[in-house]
């Protein structure tokens, strides 16, 4: 599925380690642009994550961070800006997560959009 606006927005050799997902909260939908599914180590048949989900893909000490990050985002419309870990063999992968909530007119959070880059 792809959502409007959901393309990577980088240029250049940006674009290759740029990526955008979108968790469409009021449609229970998720778009991963293929870029996220490289950076995060996930096999696109098996399909995007969910936010509940995401935490298992990184190192152990880097979960509650992208945890409280999101937590933010969702219940306190905070903007979500952070770099974690991906895990991998070998050691972790570093990726910078930011984004923001979407909200609908009586300011609930309907959707979360980050943009993920490899540091």
Do not use: I, K
């Amino acid at each position: 599925m792809s959502l409007p606006g959901a393309a990577t927005e980088a240029s250049g050799t940006a674009a290759h380690s740029a990526a955008t997902a979108v968790w469409n909260l009021a449609e229970d939908t998720v778009y991963w642009s293929p870029a996220v599914f490289r950076l995060l180590g996930h096999d696109p048949a098996l399909g995007p994550l969910t936010l509940d989900q995401l935490p298992g893909r990184l190192v152990p000490r880097d979960r509650p961070v992208l945890c409280r990050m999101v937590t933010a985002a969702l219940v306190h419309g905070r903007p979500l800006d952070g770099t974690v870990r991906v895990a991998r063999a070998g050691g972790g992968a570093s990726v910078h997560c930011s984004g923001r909530p979407e909200l609908d007119p009586d300011g609930q959070v309907v959707s979360l959009r980050l943009r993920l880059r490899a540091c």
